[in-house]
């Protein structure tokens, strides 16, 4: 009997697939579908796991971002995917976005409009189910020498302390800063309390001679794709 190895692709069962074109081939020859096979593992009676993988992210509209955003429960409502699978792909899910972060966290990042903003803290919130309101800091040059979670909270607010938010830039010795907060229902509209809270750290920046760069709203819309809302492209700063 020939080794798997010497087998050609249409030789290989579908449910080894994936793992032989990791072995055999090159990472970036497996498709989005075949890599979340590896993490499943196994498929169930009727199912391979290519077929699974395939079943789960067409749930996602075929959209990693969409996926990102699964929780346990979500994954448990397909039929063999129980507690140690569900934990498996959403700690390779996380382990990506703190991957794509850490990229950022570690170069030098200089900002030039709100789209470089949107492009640093949108893997770090985009997904979350929850709201997160952060604060970036820079020096003279835009460039980014810190960032700070001020406060986390619920599906539609998030109380912000304005007082941690320039802590945090004295700390670093910022010349410049930009919040930006995510609204987990994908839509990038500022409510009032949104407006208010961009006004009092205008206010406020201008007393500690700060500048406020921008605030963003940012996630993911229904649809699965990212988007944002700049305070300073609209006007508002």
Same mark, same amino acid.
């Given at each position: 009997?020939?080794?798997?190895?010497?087998?050609?692709?249409?030789?290989?069962?579908?449910?080894?697939?994936?793992?032989?074109?990791?072995?055999?081939?090159? *990472?970036?020859?497996?498709?989005?579908?075949?890599?979340?096979?590896?993490?499943?593992?196994?498929?169930?009676?009727?199912?391979?796991?290519?077929?699974?993988?395939?079943?789960?992210?067409?749930?996602?509209?075929?959209?990693?971002?969409?996926?990102?955003?699964?929780?346990?429960?979500?994954?448990? *409502?397909?039929?063999?995917?129980?507690?140690?699978?569900?934990?498996?792909?959403?700690?390779?899910?996380?382990?990506?976005?703190?991957?794509?972060?850490? *990229?950022?966290?570690?170069?030098?990042?200089?900002?030039?409009?709100?789209?470089?903003?949107?492009?640093?803290?949108?893997?770090?919130?985009?997904?979350?189910?929850?709201?997160?309101?952060?604060?970036?800091?820079?020096?003279?040059?835009?460039?980014?020498? &810190?960032?700070?979670?001020?406060?986390?909270?619920?599906?539609?607010?998030?109380?912000?302390?304005?007082?941690?938010?320039?802590?945090?830039?004295?700390?670093?010795?910022?010349?410049?800063?930009?919040?930006?907060?995510?609204?987990?229902?994908?839509?990038?509209?500022?409510?009032?309390?949104?407006?208010?809270?961009?006004?009092?750290?205008?206010?406020?920046?201008?007393?500690?001679?700060?500048?406020?760069?921008?605030?963003?709203?940012?996630?993911?819309?229904?649809? &699965?794709?990212?988007?944002?809302?700049?305070?300073?492209?609209? &006007?508002?700063?």
């Amino acid at each position: 009997m020939k080794e798997k190895h010497n087998l050609t692709l249409n030789d290989w069962d579908s449910a080894d697939k994936p793992r032989e074109k990791m072995i055999n081939l090159s *990472r970036k020859n497996l498709t989005e579908a075949e890599l979340l096979a590896i993490i499943i593992g196994s498929g169930v009676p009727g199912q391979n796991v290519v077929d699974l993988a395939k079943e789960i992210y067409a749930s996602a509209d075929q959209n990693l971002m969409t996926l990102s955003r699964y929780e346990i429960a979500d994954f448990k *409502r397909f039929n063999g995917i129980g507690d140690a699978k569900a934990v498996s792909i959403v700690a390779a899910m996380e382990l990506a976005t703190r991957l794509y972060q850490k *990229r950022w966290d570690e170069k030098e990042v200089i900002v030039h409009e709100s789209k470089d903003i949107a492009q640093y803290i949108r893997p770090l919130i985009s997904d979350l189910n929850h709201e997160e309101f952060h604060a970036i800091y820079f020096n003279s040059r835009n460039k980014v020498i &810190g960032r700070e979670l001020i406060c986390k909270g619920g599906l539609n607010t998030t109380p912000v302390d304005i007082r941690l938010i320039f802590k945090g830039a004295l700390k670093c010795n910022a010349t410049a800063m930009a919040v930006a907060h995510n609204h987990p229902s994908g839509s990038f509209v500022p409510s009032q309390n949104d407006k208010t809270l961009t006004t009092n750290i205008y206010e406020a920046s201008r007393l500690m001679r700060i500048t406020l760069l921008d605030h963003l709203i940012v996630g993911i819309d229904p649809s &699965g794709k990212p988007g944002f809302f700049s305070f300073h492209d609209e &006007g508002y700063l």
